[in-house]
């Protein structure tokens, strides 16, 4: 005969589960505990970001060197009458020479109208290029495509050559036309800046990676691959009115390559005439921290 099968507790056992009070306790205590690990993970996350950028920075800066050892002088901050950039003449030095093969420098008009000499396959203006792009920036990884029909579609990059202490002194190291060599820095190469970080617009109608021209009627480049430290360095947002001055997207500093190939953040609360004066090449200026 098969003994029945009992449900019954034996004596001095008891069911026990959670009760609604202890179930709250440990809600609130998982909720205080994600409350402080995701600030901490959001921190880590930055600090990559961060890492990644300046190493961007000191890779072009490497290319920039690169670029002189071969040829004697730092490319042209953008050409004149054509508007290639500088960041177009070191994708060689960025392992991009598929981008670089792509263009004819020598195009008898402005860089916006190549569209009508290459197929659009061949177009190199809107290939989008990691190493130029800052990761903390939300709006890299876009083409700008708002002037497609008359000027093409163009990548955007998030770092820009110093070209001085405003956009037309000329006295820094990348400016329409410059070709500059290294030798003609007498304010020491560790104390002047080369390149740095500018946030993008989120209309994308600056910081335009290998065809740009900047603000009109001269075609500098300024504010869109060149910036000059006219403007002190600020924190900024991406809604196209902080176009004219460095900012990025780290809070509290921008990150610069000099131009003996170090790297620097800078607090966006640096003096300056400082700042100013970081930016020349030959101002016989004392810099100092």
Known sequence: MQKETSTTLRIGQTRR????LELLVVISIIAMLMSLILPAVHQAREQARRTQCMNNLRQLAIAVHGFHSANRRLPEGNQPDRLWTFQAKLMPYMDRTDVFDRIDFNFPDYCFFY???????????PIIVQGFACPSDGNVGRVCETFAATHGRHATTSYLGVSGTSPVAKDGLFF????????????????????????????????????????QPDYSGNQDNLLSTEVA?????????????????????????????????????????????????????????
């Open 17 to 20: 589960g959670f009760t609604l």
């Open 115 to 125: 569209g009508s000499a290459v197929d659009p396959n061949n177009d190199p203006r």
């Open 233 to 289: 360095i600020g924190r900024g947002t991406d809604d196209g009115t902080h176009n004219n001055h460095f900012w990025s997207d780290h809070f509290g500093t921008v990150g610069f390559a000099l131009a003996d190939g170090s790297v620097r953040s800078i607090s966006d609360s640096i003096e300056h005439d400082l700042f100013k004066a970081m930016s020349t090449r030959s101002g016989s200026d004392n810099v100092s921290f």
């Open 176 to 215: 329409s036309g410059s070709k500059v060599r290294l030798d003609a820095v007498r304010d020491g190469t560790s104390n002047t800046l080369l390149i740095g970080e500018r946030g993008l617009p989120s209309n994308l109608e600056m910081g335009w990676l290998t065809c740009a021209g900047g603000e």
